[in-house]
């Protein structure tokens, strides 16, 4: 299934907008999904640039030192992995 939706991420002394769209299997892939998790389709966007896509293994991989990537990373983990 898909899902689409934003998350308000801080940076700095504010905060950016992460969209973000996600397609998880119902049940976990150790093939396919991220961690062996249930999602093997991932793409965040901030600021309009893809800054994560996952398609069945990493095309962009999230920047270490990218904390708002992060922040939504770690939240769609937690949602949908």
Known sequence: MWKEGTIGV?????????????????????????????ISKLMIKIDGVIVANYDRGWDI??????????????????EYN
Not at 10 to 36: R, T
Request: glycine content about 10%; hydrophobic content about 35%; charged content about 30%.
């Open 10 to 38: 801080p940076a700095g002394e504010g905060h950016k907008i992460a969209h973000y769209w996600v397609k998880a299997f119902e049940e976990p892939s150790k093939q396919y999904g991220i961690c062996g998790g249930k």
């Open 61 to 78: 991989e999230p920047d270490e030192d990218d904390f708002p990537t992060w922040v939504a990373m770690s939240i769609l983990l937690k």
